[in-house]
């Protein structure tokens, strides 16, 4: 792709000024970078362009028709539901994803929310902040119940890498995995109905892909399944989990507690169910799971390797082959 054109619509989402870019901006001769782009501004970067690298911005039929130039579509991200997949089809637009990128960080982070609910470190330590600790006449704070990772069951829905990744630690902790199967289909070896997963485990974790089957996989009658003190955790997609449902069953005691990564709409508006003030056991982090900085430069390194593979005719990680 001598002399090829490449433009990056949203570089801060990956790259806020600490990664190395180099083989990136390697991979073609030239470059426009953008930090962030508006819906407005989007048509003009791109016009010329053999290239596009977008991680959140959106490439309808009428964007990706526009860019006459265009072969490319590199997606900085895993999800491709922010591209006309068949306009790019159409177009003979070939589209890739980078995978596998954020395994650890997405791994640890999940981990981490797990810990904080099933220990009620964010709670305790409000409560030193607030003095109750010094105005208490016992030497320690115990009102909130800490309970062991160790022996408790872990639920996993979603076993694809990152699945996989976060079941590893849970294991390492000691807890039980139970790996859910595909709602509707009889278990595969290894793997229990997702009913009876949702049923036996004490920590829910979520980590398959956002589609058509999966769009409120956890809602009302879901979350009534669950323990009464178990625990879920969220951080693939929003839309997997029905918000409103999550903050009622947490107001009403039907579930222990949530860790939540992602929301169905990001940002988040003011009046967003799981923003509310009065939501009991609920942590809420602003979908930066992934975000660790060795995953960010793999996000780099990798989006290189894919638009070398392509210039080679050798395409890796396609989702469209144009």
């Known amino acids: ?46 016009s010329g362009a053999d290239v596009i690298v977008t991680n959140k911005c959106r490439l309808d039929r ?29 177009a003979g637009v070939t589209v890739c994803n980078i995978r596998d990128y954020c395994s650890e960080s997405l791994a640890q982070h ?34 909130r119940p800490i309970r062991e990772a160790n022996g408790l069951a872990f639920g ?49 974790s979520i980590h398959c892909p956002l589609n058509e089957a999966t769009h409120r996989l956890v809602g009302r009658d879901e979350l009534r399944m669950m323990k009464a003190d178990a625990i879920l955790i ?26 939540v990564d992602t929301l169905t709409q990001e940002p988040p508006p003011a009046d967003h169910p799981l923003l509310a003030a009065d939501i009991p056991g609920l942590l809420l982090t602003p979908h930066n799971a992934w975000a660790s900085r060795n995953a960010r430069q793999a996000a780099l390194d990798q989006l290189a390797c894919v638009i070398e593979g392509f210039a080679r005719g050798r395409p890796i990680n396609i989702v469209v082959n144009g």
């Open 1 to 46: 792709m001598d002399r090829a054109k490449g433009v990056f619509l949203d570089l801060e989402t990956v790259d806020r000024g600490d990664l190395d870019r180099g083989e990136l901006a390697a991979s073609l001769s030239h470059w426009d970078w953008h930090d962030w782009s508006s819906e407005s501004e989007i048509a003009s970067r791109i």
């Open 62 to 90: 009428a964007l990706i028709g526009s860019a006459g130039r265009l072969r490319l579509i590199a997606l900085a991200a895993t999800g491709t539901n922010n591209v006309d997949l068949e306009a790019a089809r159409a």
């Open 110 to 143: 999940t981990i981490t929310l797990m810990l904080n609910l099933l220990t009620g470190q964010p709670w305790y330590r409000d409560r030193v902040r607030l003095g109750d600790w010094s105005a208490s006449r016992q030497f320690c704070l115990q009102d």
């Open 156 to 204: 996993v829905v979603g076993y694809g890498s990152l699945g996989r990744a976060v079941a590893a630690k849970a294991a390492a902790l000691g807890l039980d995995v139970l790996v859910a199967e595909h709602r509707g289909r009889p278990p595969r070896a290894g793997r229990l109905a997702f009913e009876e997963v949702l049923q036996r485990a004490d920590v829910l």
């Open 234 to 259: 969220n951080t693939a997609r929003g839309g997997i989990v029905d918000e409103h449902a999550l903050a009622d069953a947490l107001r009403e005691g039907v579930i222990g507690g949530a860790g």
